[in-house]
């Protein structure tokens, strides 16, 4: 069948084009224009060439705070998957116990980030916070202020709070996707509750896991809002994580090149990492 | 291998079951011979998947025993029956090989490797699949799926019965026909007792031996293909077996005669004075069109191939006659004639055995 070709059809996606211009565009070439100048002041500019992305590769700074991150995710993606599976498995298939405990799981994802923040900073506050005060009084020497372990441990504590939901949420949708026929099957097979697990739950979900995975990633290493208000990035800089010492560097210090290269990097680094886990987890699906 | 008999079998879904309507499945007594095809017909809702869970342990009945030969197994679990069961929708390990998924059940039994690849390659030849051994699973088409569900039954010597639930829905229609009659064969080679569930009586009719014909929770008749087609026990039967399904005219029943609408219509056999409300059943190929005997007003002619129906009324009521294709139709008529020989006397419902048979 010979297709009509007409050039003009392009017009059609000009629209499209334009608004991804002026979202996406258009604000990512001024960082990338920042990123390969540098300037005296007076609104003056000269030519750097690649100087701010050798500089940004080779700072000390910007590496402690990627190894921080990449520790951080690490932890998070370790801890969130299992957990929300677990509990997936574990949340009522029907009936009103399923409704509430929908709601309930569902509550935390509704809680802005500065408002988790919060909460989690009262909360740990030795002084007069629940967490803080009651570690306190049992004789725990935690202070979220001035022990980079404990800093650490309430901001993945809080954020396993805030985000364990959606992964639980995620699995139990792709759960109740299974028939109950594969249950059936699985126990005239004489499966024990591990195999239905490996074999049938666990690929029945990969789907879901895939997106878990994916969005858990992206948004802790990402983060920025929660230790912001609950620690600053401190105590020193144990918990300055690359978005934080980007504004630091950005706006703190007002190094817009170096912080324009940095955002560019770390672009690429979010989309490099979010490629290698999609094709690590498709890779299976794809053999014959 | 097993006899499989249920003893005053019933099941309600209900934790308190009061009236009739609460019981899915209502009390019932039934043996399933060692070997023998089975098909389990009716229409959507009438408890044959309940009792075939029932059979397979899935579900615990809320009375009554299930027996495989002297055992009770009424409170074993499904894993300790040795029971295979294929369901609606083809249920294959998605990660595994055909070989692997055909391997399971013997692994999570414990047996020597050397036994499960034995055992593995047998039933791949059994059921046409020894090439597709290595490949993944979640490829195939649904009736190489539903082929691996049955290979994953028969893989297991010791298996008691195989019990099928509606497993050619998914199937497209030249596959049906197809694993239909391996299935038959497969049977006939290796002698498994098989339990058919279906609502297709088509399906039902080339599978079993004997078909158990079920209605509203209840077991209406248990036969053979033939004498459920000549000798329905139940209106539900005759109606719901063959196409078009049997005539039912409300009649009076006196001796060997029967009245309908002011029309008298010998009957063959005489019957006892009947109580409750009385039918006569007649198949459609027992009717003919004639001059005399009950008035039909023709509503129109179907062609159906190998024959034609005549689709009309007698005394109010649907009455369909089939006219073999050879056979002409005359151009017109306004009665129907009936085989004396081939009617049948229903008493809300049920058949009426006639009087000398009866004694």
């Known amino acids: ?288 | 291998m097993a006899r499989i008999t249920l003893e005053n079998l019933a099941h309600s879904y209900r934790p308190a079951p009061k009236t009739d309507d609460d019981w899915a499945l209502k009390p019932m007594t039934l043996t399933w011979r060692d070997g023998g095809a089975y098909a389990l017909l009716g229409s959507s809702g009438c408890g044959k998947s309940t009792l075939l869970n029932i059979i397979s342990g899935l579900l615990h009945p809320t009375q009554g025993r299930v027996l495989f030969e002297d055992r009770d197994v009424t409170a074993l679990p499904t894993a300790a029956r040795d029971i295979a069961q294929v369901f609606q929708f083809p249920v294959v390990y998605d990660t595994m090989t055909v070989r692997q998924n055909l391997a399971f059940p013997l692994k999570n039994r414990c047996l020597p490797a050397a036994e499960i690849a034995r055992r593995v390659q047998d039933v791949a030849r059994m059921i046409g699949m020894e090439d597709a051994l290595d490949r993944r699973a979640r490829r195939l088409t649904a009736d190489a799926k539903q082929k691996i569900s049955l290979g994953r039954g028969m893989v297991r010597h010791e298996v008691n019965a195989i019990l099928f639930d509606e497993p050619l829905t998914v199937i497209d229609p030249q596959m049906k026909w197809e694993l239909r009659t391996q299935l038959k064969s497969l049977h006939r080679e290796f002698g498994h007792t098989m339990i058919y569930v279906t609502h297709d009586q088509t399906e039902a009719l080339t599978f079993a031996d004997e078909v158990v014909v079920m209605s509203e929770g209840r077991v209406v008749q248990v036969g053979t293909p033939r004498s459920l087609f000549d000798a329905p026990a139940h209106t539900f039967v005759g109606y719901f077996i063959g196409s078009p399904g049997m005539n039912l005219l409300d009649a009076e029943v006196q001796g060997a005669t029967a009245f309908v609408a002011g029309t008298t219509i010998p009957l063959g056999t005489a019957y006892a004075p009947p109580k409750g409300r009385v039918q006569i059943g007649i198949r459609p190929d027992a009717a003919r069109p004639a001059t005399e005997g009950l008035p039909f007003r023709l509503i129109r002619v179907e062609d159906v191939g190998h024959h034609r129906i005549l689709r009309g009324e007698v005394a109010g009521a649907a009455f369909n006659v089939t006219v073999p294709e050879d056979e002409p139709i005359p151009a017109s008529f306004d009665r129907v004639a009936l085989d004396p020989a081939r009617i049948g006397v229903f008493v809300d419902d049920w058949r009426l055995a006639p009087l000398e048979r009866a004694a």
Request: include cysteine.
């Open chain 1, 1 to 288: 069948m010979d297709k009509p070709v007409n050039n003009r059809a392009w017009l059609l996606v000009l629209p499209v084009l334009v608004l991804v211009a002026f979202s996406a565009v258009i604000p990512l070439m001024t960082v990338v224009n920042y990123s390969v100048q540098d300037t005296f002041g007076r609104n003056q500019f000269f030519w750097n060439g690649l100087g701010w992305f050798e500089d940004v590769l080779h700072s000390d700074r910007v590496h402690a705070a990627l190894g921080r991150q990449l520790l951080f995710s690490g932890i998070i993606l370790a801890i969130e998957i299992p957990l929300g599976i677990f509990i997936a498995l574990n949340m009522p298939k029907r009936g009103f116990w399923a409704s509430l405990v929908l709601v309930l799981m569902a509550l935390p994802l509704l809680i802005p980030w500065n408002v988790v923040g919060t909460i989690w900073q009262v909360f740990g506050r030795v002084d007069i916070g629940l967490l803080g005060h009651t570690l306190a009084a049992l004789g725990v020497d935690y202070n979220y202020v001035n022990d980079p372990l404990d800093a650490w441990a309430t901001i993945i504590v809080m954020d396993v709070w805030h985000w364990t939901s959606l992964v639980a949420l995620l699995c139990y949708a792709g759960l109740q996707s299974i028939p109950d026929a594969y249950y059936q099957a699985a126990r005239i097979d004489q499966a024990s509750r591990w195999g239905v697990f490996r074999f049938i739950e666990l690929p029945k979900m990969r789907g879901v896991l895939l997106i878990a995975v994916l969005l858990r990633f992206m948004d802790s290493f990402m983060i920025y809002t929660e230790p912001f208000v609950v620690t600053g990035g401190g105590p020193g800089n144990a918990t300055t994580f690359l978005s934080i010492d980007l504004v630091k560097m950005a706006i703190g210090q007002f190094d817009l090149g170096p912080a324009a290269a940095f955002s560019l990097i770390y672009f690429l680094v979010i989309l490099l990492i979010s490629w290698v886990f999609y094709t690590a987890m498709t890779a299976e699906r794809e053999r014959p």
